[in-house]
């Protein structure tokens, strides 16, 4: 590969949260420190208990045999030291990094794609327990392991609390999923997180999850089986929120907050773009040179999506790329930077762009 002169961003990278993450609970709060239980139906099953209640199904993260076995069946390496993806040694973290040609990781939660707990105050002590403990363990990264923080998305006054909290200690973004609870992100309820957010200079980020336990379980008894399941519940709610807010007066009420839509793909983009296009002809409003610029959008790729296609689309300025380090499920793929980095079908600009400006420019990273 020819050499480069700016630096690598992976704009979609994971920690994995163990016992260490809740340490920084309050006394009074420690009835809130996430517990697995088995399930009696299904003894390769576990749910998080939180005060007692049953939460959402624990997400399974694979020995490191079943990383190698997944990674052969897929044809994608997922395999990460485990010191590394639950942020027990972030020296040997780092030094994976490097292997891997990234300069710089922005994190993002794995126990917080479902919701954990229905209690307002529990999730506000998990929430601020999760950001302390990122704060604490990236701190010796000389800024190469950035983050997005969580907020109790049903408390704006603590959730600002966070945010400003978290800013001052290394984050880069605001957490939120496509689905708060029975609100989609874009409802009006969320605008003062949007204010604040806006005003500390904090992107927002639409990771793919699903906090609407009403509607991830629709999908309990899907005929299509576990990996379909998983898409429904968590992508397509994802580019659902991306067009909502392309349609709705957000871009106008808080025109400098940018947002990324994480972990999707970017295969939707013509779609979502030909979709809303339709609708704002025949609601009689002036269409943009590009729907995703015009919102803030930023949309990470895969490195199989059909790019120039996409970017017929998307444009130049909005598409950036992850690894999903830490994760093996369809969208991770510790070499996708590298992949892009390969293709010939994309031009050296347009490469810089997805690997560095772009998402640069999201995180307030240039």
């Not at 576990?46 to 990383?67: C, F, H, I, K, T």
């Amino acid at each position: 590969m020819d050499a480069i002169n700016y630096p690598i961003i992976d704009a979609d990278a994971h920690v994995i949260e163990s016992d260490d993450t809740w340490d920084f609970l309050e006394p009074a709060e420690a009835k809130y420190r996430p517990t697995l239980i088995d399930d009696p139906d299904n003894p390769s099953v576990s749910y998080w208990q939180v005060n007692g209640q049953r939460g959402p199904m624990a997400l399974q993260v694979e020995s490191e045999d079943d990383l190698e076995s997944r990674a052969q069946l897929s044809k994608r390496r997922t395999g990460t030291p485990r010191e590394s993806r639950r942020m027990q040694d972030t020296t040997k973290r780092v030094a994976h990094m490097d292997d891997l040609g990234i300069d710089v990781q922005v994190l993002h939660a794995t126990m917080w794609l479902l919701n954990l707990t229905s209690e307002p105050d529990g999730e506000a002590a998990l929430a601020r327990s999760w950001n302390k403990w990122l704060a604490a363990t990236t701190q010796a990264s000389s800024d190469r392991l950035r983050w997005s923080c969580l907020v109790p998305s049903s408390m704006p006054d603590e959730a600002i609390n966070q945010m400003r909290w978290s800013k001052e200690h290394g984050a880069c973004a605001v957490f939120l999923r496509p689905m708060e609870g029975e609100k989609w992100v874009t409802d009006p309820a969320f605008y003062p997180i949007l204010a604040e957010a806006e005003a500390l200079n904090l992107a927002i980020a639409i990771h793919i999850a699903n906090a609407n336990p009403a509607n991830v379980s629709m999908y309990d008894n899907l005929a299509a089986g576990g990996q379909t399941k998983a898409w429904g519940i968590f992508r397509v709610p994802t580019v659902q929120s991306c067009m909502f807010l392309i349609m709705s007066e957000i871009p106008k009420l808080f025109p400098k907050l940018r947002w990324g839509f994480i972990e999707s793909a970017a295969q939707w983009m013509p779609w979502v773009h030909n979709e809303s296009v339709r609708r704002m002809e025949t609601l009689g409003l002036a269409v943009p040179d590009n729907v995703f610029e015009s919102a803030n959008a930023y949309i990470t790729c895969q490195s199989d999506d059909d790019l120039p296609w996409v970017l017929k689309y998307a444009g130049e300025n909005s598409l950036m790329i992850g690894t999903d380090y830490g994760h093996s499920d369809p969208s991770s793929d510790i070499d996708s930077i590298n992949f892009i980095r390969e293709r010939d079908d994309l031009a050296e600009d347009t490469k810089a762009r997805i690997l560095y400006h772009n998402p640069a420019r999201l995180y307030g990273l240039d």
